[in-house]
């Protein structure tokens, strides 16, 4: 797949792909990119009180049913390769085998771009944990000892989404991306996820407040948007 058109988003929990960066998946979706997303965690502790103010709910059901959500989500995204590795929430259990398991992926399909959190977030520890665990499982995919047989990974860009409130983590977008001719499809997505469905106004607002910075950066005339921050230099050929 090294010369496909891939993508790679790795999300700490079941939702964080949609609020955070579906308008980006649909939009290179639609283009004929491969996108692949990692569930870290189905967010079963601390993301899903609304399940869990249900009678006689169970830690099981709850996975269930937010898995059930994330799945149509991405369906919605065009997202056809989705995967739930169930590590735990509320901490999020990351180790070597995990690790590892996430460098294969990077090997496997060879990402041109990757995704995933901010670097802090002084509300949710799991977020800046996954953000370090993702690059360090690209700094291993880069490694020619690692696995000598496999080809090495190159030096796809990372963007880091944006975090619930940003001022208080630090993140600063330096990318805004033009989302509005599939903001109908995130919103959809959105609408899946019925266990936080007090989000889905916030992630609205959030989309029309990037979509009005990035027209005022542009000459364009952009309703919805999404921020990302990079985390290394750009290599460009011509700064026009």
Not at 19 to 47: D, K, N
Not at 95 to 104: K, M
Not at 199 to 209: D, F, H, I, K, P
Request: hydrophobic fraction near 40%; charged fraction near 25%; aromatic fraction near 10%.
């Amino acid at each position: 797949m090294s010369d496909n058109k891939t993508a790679l988003v790795v999300s700490a929990h079941s939702a964080d792909f949609v609020w955070r960066s579906g308008g980006a998946i649909a939009l290179h979706a639609a283009q004929g990119w491969q996108v692949t997303v990692v569930c870290l965690s189905y967010g079963e502790r601390g993301e899903s009180a609304k399940l869990w103010r249900q009678p006689g709910m169970t830690l099981e059901r709850v996975k269930a049913a937010r898995e059930e959500e994330a799945k149509k989500a991405a369906e919605v995204l065009g997202v056809h390769d989705i995967q739930f590795w169930n590590l735990g929430d509320y901490p999020i259990e990351l180790n070597n085998d995990s690790l590892f398991r996430l460098v294969d992926v990077y090997r496997a399909i060879h990402p041109k771009f990757v995704l995933t959190h901010s670097k802090k977030d002084i509300y949710n520890h799991d977020h800046p944990a996954v953000t370090d665990f993702a690059q360090n499982a690209r700094i291993t995919a880069q490694a020619h000892g690692h696995n000598p047989h496999q080809k090495v990974l190159g030096a796809p860009p990372v963007f880091l989404f944006e975090p619930h409130q940003p001022e208080q983590c630090d993140w600063k977008p330096d990318v805004l991306l033009d989302i509005s001719s599939v903001w109908e499809k995130k919103r959809a997505a959105i609408e899946c996820m019925a266990g936080q469905e007090h989000l889905w106004e916030y992630y609205t607002r959030v989309a029309l407040q990037r979509g009005a910075q990035a027209a005022r950066n542009s000459e364009k005339s952009i309703k919805y948007g999404e921020g990302y921050q990079s985390v290394f230099p750009h290599v460009v050929e011509t700064l026009a």
